[in-house]
């Protein structure tokens, strides 16, 4: 296999998280690169893959003008500016994984996916949780016929309170408004793209939605909350939601919470002093997360696909017990599982008796890491696809990925309008 070398276009957590394949197989894959605005982030990546000064950036119009010097460029900015930062690369003839969601704008989707096409590149989406070894077993299962075609998908995205909280509500993804991404598109893309996936012989055609911000909104605010946990909050210390139980003692998504800081990485900033100054001053998460924002907290999906079958989603924002349930019932029989019991069940009815068979299913591979382990099967996939391997039956190219998307923007239509959005008709 032809060793791939890539650039690293935003070195946060995500573009951190990929990037490590290099080092479990240098063999096949370098980071030759890095551009992101952050200088402490340039400097970590410049010393942890022994790049050149030449090929490190701070300005991506920079890179950009510089001469195609690799083969590939990871893209995982934030998610407003994938589209701007993903043409330009098309067009110079990178090949680029780019970290979803790609797009909220059904026009650059396409676009981006005829660009790839007549620059003749690889555009791969990072929808991991078809690389999990759950998810790619249930497909398996699927492909074989066991349990015919598929009549309905049913899908849950329980989201923890402490997820929630950290990302959507007073994270970097907490506002429609600021990030680009509604609450389905940021948290549930992977989600659609599977119900799309898995469903696969039929598109979806028309989808119907509703949700809304139910729980963490101002008019459940308790009496005596404030703006800030820790300035002016009366009740902060019976608050299950503190800030101060979150960050402060039990150090909940530190790479998400004490970034930002200037002239530090997030690892460098453990002073308890001058975290809890921060969370009483400039950082979001020091914030209340009773108020009003344009992001949903809970929100459900009905999809109609144009052979008649169906598929839901329901995300729930704020769960006790965090994870992703699926039930799958074909026309022969049915799959159950739970993602992150990284075990499912496939039933087939047994007409003498009126009961059923069962098989379980135990995922014996690896699923360490971020995604019950399809964060690395991801980048290899892609590695092997630039190199010209075969790719395999999760490939995440673009042209696979733009239903899934449409799914998700026909829902926030739909949730905003109260009416049926067919799929064909999004321009």
């Avoid at 039930?327 to 799959?335: D, N």
Wanted: aromatic residues 8%; proline residues 4%; glycine residues 8%.
């Amino acid at each position: 296999m032809k060793k791939i070398k890539a650039v690293i276009m935003g070195f946060g957590d995500r573009g951190q998280v990929y990037a490590e394949y290099a080092e479990k197989r240098p063999d096949v894959f370098e980071i030759a690169g890095v551009v992101d605005p952050d200088p402490v982030r340039v400097e970590k990546a410049k010393k942890r893959y022994n790049l050149k000064e030449e090929y490190c950036f701070t300005d991506p119009a920079e890179f950009y003008a510089r001469d195609k010097f690799c083969d590939a460029v990871i893209n995982a900015t934030m998610d407003s500016l994938h589209y701007a930062t993903t043409a330009p690369l098309l067009e110079k003839g990178y090949n680029v994984l780019l970290e979803k969601p790609v797009s909220s704008n059904p026009s650059e989707l396409r676009d981006l996916a005829r660009r790839a096409k007549e620059n003749g590149v690889t555009l791969m989406v990072c929808h991991v949780l078809r690389y999990a070894p759950f998810y790619r077993e249930i497909k398996k299962v699927i492909l074989s016929g066991e349990i015919g075609d598929i009549r309905h998908i049913y899908l849950a995205e329980n989201v923890a309170v402490y997820h929630m909280l950290s990302s959507y509500i007073r994270g970097k993804w907490s506002s429609e408004s600021e990030c680009g991404s509604g609450m389905l598109m940021a948290k549930c893309c992977h989600d659609l793209d599977l119900a799309v996936w898995l469903k696969g012989n039929s598109r979806p055609k028309a989808v119907t939605s509703v949700g809304s911000r139910r729980f963490f909104n101002a008019a459940n605010k308790p009496a005596g909350g404030g703006t800030r946990c820790l300035t002016d909050c009366r009740i902060e210390r019976e608050c299950p939601y503190s800030c101060r139980k979150l960050y402060l003692e039990n150090d909940v998504y530190p790479f998400l919470v004490w970034t930002g800081v200037e002239g530090k990485d997030w690892s460098e900033v453990t002073d308890l002093k001058e975290r809890e100054e921060l969370l009483k001053t400039v950082n979001p998460h020091g914030k209340c997360c009773f108020e009003d924002k344009d992001l949903v907290d809970q929100q459900s999906v009905l999809i109609l696909f144009g052979d008649g079958s169906t598929a839901t989603l329901d995300m729930i924002g704020g769960v006790t017990r965090p994870g992703r349930n699926i039930h799958i019932v074909g026309e022969t029989g049915e799959i159950e599982g739970f993602l992150e019991d990284n075990v499912f069940f496939t039933r087939k009815y047994l007409p003498e008796t009126t009961g059923y068979s069962e098989t379980k299913t135990i995922i014996t591979e690896d699923v360490s890491g971020a995604h019950s382990g399809g964060d690395l099967r991801l980048v290899k996939d892609f590695v092997a696809t630039v190199s010209g391997g075969e790719r395999s039956p999760s490939c995440t190219d673009i042209e696979d990925s733009i239903d899934g998307h449409l799914v998700a923007v026909a829902a926030e239509i739909s949730r905003k309008t109260g009416k049926t959005v067919f799929t064909d008709m999004l321009v």
